[in-house]
């Protein structure tokens, strides 16, 4: 790939990489904070916000795979493979649990429905949510090692 491409292809991976690490950290964090406080109109607001914020984190996550994939010209071998088997991870646990119940918890909200299938329901969520938020980081920090390897100083 020419430096030309390889640049502009960097810096859009690194920023929607960033900007997911930031929207779902800031869904888990707001989330423990309406659910300890326990007030019915906030879980509402948060639970409703989170279902449409589904919308730029999916975008994000997809584009951080494709520019991470191209960026990597298809190569397998170390940080690259471990990288790309996370994003799977990631996706799958995306797609079938964290989209599942980021739309049922809003749904149920909307109904006033705060029983135990919501709590069950939101300890899910909750679960995901820390795995992905853990596999970002750990993508993020093995970016940093294939950028500048060990032993070589940043800037
Ligand atoms: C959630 C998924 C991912 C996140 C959050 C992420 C994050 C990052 C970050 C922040 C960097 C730059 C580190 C720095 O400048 O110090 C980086 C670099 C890199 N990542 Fe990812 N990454 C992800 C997935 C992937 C995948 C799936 C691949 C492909 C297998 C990949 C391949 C690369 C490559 C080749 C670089 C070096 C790019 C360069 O030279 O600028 N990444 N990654």
Redo the contacts with the bound molecule.
């Keep these: 790939m020419s430096t030309h491409t390889y640049r502009p292809l960097?810096i859009l991976?690194?920023i929607a990489?960033?900007i997911?690490?930031l929207l779902i950290t800031t869904f888990w964090v707001s989330t423990v904070i309406v659910e300890l406080r326990g007030n019915v109109a906030e879980i509402l607001l948060v639970k409703t916000a989170i279902a449409y914020g589904l919308l730029a984190l999916i975008p994000c996550?997809m584009a951080?795979?494709a520019s991470?994939?191209r960026?990597?010209g298809g190569k397998k071998a170390g940080l690259?493979g471990v990288?790309?088997r996370?994003?799977k991870i990631?996706a799958g646990n995306g797609v079938l649990c964290l989209m599942p119940c980021a739309i049922s918890l809003a749904v149920m909200a909307q109904h006033g429905r705060f029983d135990v299938v919501f709590a069950v329901v939101q300890g899910i969520e909750l679960l995901a949510g820390a795995i992905n938020i853990y596999?970002?980081g750990r993508?993020?920090r093995d970016?940093?090692r294939?950028?500048?390897p060990a032993g070589i100083p940043a800037g």
Excluded: D, P
């Design positions: 960097s991976h690194r990489g960033g997911a690490l996550l951080t795979g991470g994939f960026l990597s690259l990288k790309l996370r994003i990631i596999l970002i993508n993020i970016g940093m294939l950028v500048r």
